[in-house]
């Protein structure tokens, strides 16, 4: 009962923090926020929030000091704003109800299992552990693979920390909190009625939940991630929806910031997502300046902040000699066993069985607009990063595919949700799906 209890408060203290900066704030019909729903204000609280632990942790800033200064943060904003505040905005309706509901459940299964992967065991909960205590961020050098982003195990750690620095897994109920809002964050795209979002939303975490993602692994937190990423950009193609544009990017540029810093692939994707969105979207001369301007501050940071800490990428993992100098028999095996692997994975993976006939059927079937487009390149890209990607890895390849594959696909899964949300959205009234007469972003 009393990790019950424990288990409640630390989800009541995450819904607090990520309530803040304007989740709270009462907003009319001029405001550049107002369309947005409250479940979107979390999401991007979430983005701003984890960017600012993302800077405290490279600045080496104590993670006491951290939070201090957020509700010293929190205060300001209230005292100078507490005419703005509406915190009947809040409403406990079914949505936000079920939401909650999901997470305290899969809090509960994360407290009950108490499982680590052995990846987890090996350095991911070290690195945790390591920031917990308060070491600095070059204290990583010690462990192995230091060169894996930290970003997933800081944030582990803070939510460990606080508010009762008590059990481990506290930390990681932070990542079913994401995890949660991030399905719930991309059903609201649906033309439906509240509780056929539910269902979609329910539908989404049978097919993809597992305790494995929620073992101290990362992935979880690109899918999470990437998906909420994909909301805002189906909100930027769907121009009745918000009107100002720029605050979209920089949504988008503050998601593909934290993607890139809670794996090595992280990188690949924020960049994927980004190349996608700036071809697809006819952007106007200033967003598109400002999208270039932000890809290219996510891209040298991070080269910047690995070569500071001398945390780059190990060369040893991969045979780039080898695959140059173009072993034709070599290639042709590894591009068998990937393909091979990558068959029986996809296979596997519901998401993938779900949203690919549909993409496929949309693709051939209606004119191409211009958010598919967007999910087909990034498909593209996608798979092509995964072939190269075990092209250029040391020769065990097929131990490698075995093992990792599942979880790499996985990472990215949730984005493609986007293809059952352009069919009913688009395409729905052909096939007699009761859609609402008008659709408008709800505000729960």
């Known amino acids: ?48 929030l984890i960017n600012i632990l993302f800077f405290a942790s490279i600045l080496n800033i104590n993670s006491k000091y951290v939070l201090y200064l957020y509700f010293i943060f929190i205060i300001f904003l209230y005292f100078f704003n507490f005419r703005k505040f509406n915190f009947k905005s809040i409403k406990l309706d079914y949505y936000f109800l079920v939401l ?61 920390k606080f508010p009762l620095n008590s059990f481990e897994y506290l930390g990681r109920i932070t990542y079913a909190f994401i995890y949660v809002l991030s399905i719930f964050s991309i059903t609201e795209c649906l033309k439906a009625h509240v509780y056929e979002k539910i269902i979609f939303a329910i539908l989404l975490i049978s097919l993809t939940y597992s305790y494995e993602i929620f073992s101290g692994l990362q992935d979880v937190l690109l899918f999470s991630l990437i998906l909420i990423t994909a909301k805002f950009a189906y909100y930027f193609f769907e121009k009745k929806l918000v009107s100002n544009r720029l605050q979209l990017i920089l949504i988008l540029l503050g ?13 690949f994707y924020a960049l994927f997502l980004l190349f996608c969105f700036f071809i697809t979207s006819n952007l106007i001369l200033k967003n598109k300046i400002a999208l270039i301007t932000g890809s290219l501050i996510i891209v040298s940071l991070r080269i910047f902040i690995f070569n500071f800490y001398d945390t780059g990428l190990n060369p040893s993992h991969f045979e780039f000699e080898k695959t140059l100098n173009f072993e034709f028999l070599l290639i042709l095996e590894k591009i068998k ?21 549909v993409l496929i059927y949309i693709t051939f079937k209606y004119p191409l607009k211009n958010i598919t487009k967007f999910v087909i390149y990034f498909l593209i890209l996608n798979f092509s990063f995964i072939y190269l990607t075990y092209l250029f890895m040391h020769s065990e390849t097929e131990l490698l595919a075995r093992f990792s594959m599942k979880r790499v696909i996985f990472q990215t899964s ?27 972003i709800k505000k729960y």
């Open 255 to 267: 998601a593909a910031n934290i993607i890139c810093w809670v794996k090595n692939e992280g990188i």
């Open 100 to 160: 909650l509901s999901f997470i305290i459940l899969i809090s509960i299964d994360i407290a009950h299992e108490l499982y680590f992967a052995w990846d987890v065991q090996a350095h991911w909960f070290l690195k945790a552990l390591s920031f917990f205590q308060d070491q600095k961020l070059d204290n990583l050098k010690n462990f192995a693979f230091a060169d894996y982003p930290h970003l997933g195990t800081y944030i582990w750690s803070f939510f460990w």
């Open 1 to 48: 009962m009393t990790e019950i209890i424990e288990i409640l408060i630390q989800i009541l203290f995450i819904l607090f923090i990520i309530s803040f900066p304007i989740t709270l704030l009462k907003t009319d019909s001029k405001s550049k926020i107002s369309a947005f729903s409250f479940i979107d204000k979390l999401s991007i609280n979430l983005i701003f």
């Open 414 to 440: 949730g984005f493609y949700f986007l293809a059952i949300i352009i069919l009913i959205n688009n395409y729905g009234h052909l096939f007699n799906i009761k859609l609402l007469s008008k659709y408008k």
């Open 337 to 357: 066993i990937i393909t091979f692997y990558l068959i029986i994975y996809l296979t596997q993976n519901p998401i993938y069985l779900l949203t690919m006939p």
